[in-house]
């Protein structure tokens, strides 16, 4: 074994011992924080009985009587044993968290050292490779052809990346358009219920365009979705939103039923229409991320696989 093997070994053996102490100085750590709520809680309680002794120091005889029974020297030796059982309570739990403060200073120091010893380990790793880059070709072929396997996945990762990012911006443009589409559906109900009121058809026309303006986004993405997916390989069909033929109507001045329900219909048909499309971008980015989960899922194999050589 090489002076750099042995030395990887006992960093590694060090990280793990380091590593179980970090478990203890998490528990260390939930211990405190509920220390610190019962102390508030006792310091609180130390307040209401040292009130309630002054209020029956201040008391006459005679009002003690009505008010509790037994004599006013009988209540306040009652109220200063509570008392004094609360304040050896709130003593004992000072002590114990001088003593869980002092012992998780030193785990927290003990833990910092994690990040180092992990440094000086990759550094290690770095120094082994070297080694048997020199040294073994066997090892140096094997370890070579993990590389170029990585650096394959690694493009691939970045690719469906781009893909997911740009899938996520398709369902929120047209998440977009949803919305302004079920105002304007919204308010043309109003509209058809209160006799073609100026307002609420107003307002339906408004959701319309603001529907419109999203859905010229929302087509923008969809183009640069539609390329990603050609960089990833994933199967594709058309990709689209349509939706036209929404005029303006004479409605907004006249009593047209017919008219109106005509554009409601075609409200209707566009929300269905983008509905659709969304849940099908939503399924491309779901293949997307299952892809993605299993390359990093790989990456890591591949890891643990030039790790063993490394430390071995």
Do not use: P
């Not at 319309?208 to 594709?236: C, G, P, S, T, W």
């Not at 689209?240 to 409601?264: A, M």
């Amino acid at each position: 074994m090489t002076s750099t093997q042995s030395k990887i070994h006992d960093t590694i053996a060090e990280i793990k011992k380091l590593n179980s102490i970090q478990k203890h100085h998490s528990s260390t750590t939930a211990e405190l924080e509920k220390a610190y709520k019962e102390l508030n809680t006792l310091e609180d309680q130390l307040v209401d009985e040292l009130e309630d002794i002054e209020k029956l120091e201040k008391m006459s005889i005679t009002s003690v009587f009505y008010k509790v029974l037994g004599s006013q020297e009988e209540q306040l030796e009652k109220q200063r044993q509570e008392y004094l059982a609360v304040s050896l309570k709130h003593k004992e739990l000072k002590k114990d968290i001088e003593i869980l403060e002092y012992e998780h200073k030193i785990i927290s120091g003990k833990v910092q050292e994690i990040g180092g010893l992990e440094a000086q380990l990759e550094d290690l790793k770095k120094i082994r490779l070297q080694e048997i880059l020199k040294t073994d070709d066997k090892l140096r072929r094997q370890i070579t052809g993990i590389h170029r396997e990585m650096d394959d996945i690694r493009g691939e990762l970045e690719e469906l990346r781009q893909a997911n990012s740009a899938g996520d911006a398709c369902l929120r443009a047209i998440a977009e358009v949803i919305k302004h589409l079920k105002d304007a559906e919204h308010w043309g109900n109003w509209d058809m219920m209160n006799k073609k009121g100026a307002y609420y058809s107003q307002m339906k026309h408004n959701a319309i365009d603001r529907a419109m303006n999203a859905a010229q986004q929302a087509k923008h993405k969809l183009k640069i979705f539609d390329r990603e997916l050609v960089d990833v390989n994933i199967e594709q069909t058309q990709l689209h939103i349509k939706i036209d033929g929404f005029g303006r109507f004479i409605d907004i001045f006249f009593d047209n039923l017919i008219s109106d329900w005509v554009i409601q219909r075609k409200i209707k048909n566009a929300l269905n229409n983008v509905d659709a499309t969304f849940d099908k971008i939503k399924r491309y980015v779901l293949v997307i991320e299952k892809e993605m989960s299993i390359m990093q899922g790989n990456l890591k194999i591949l890891e643990g696989d030039i790790n063993e050589v490394l430390e071995s």
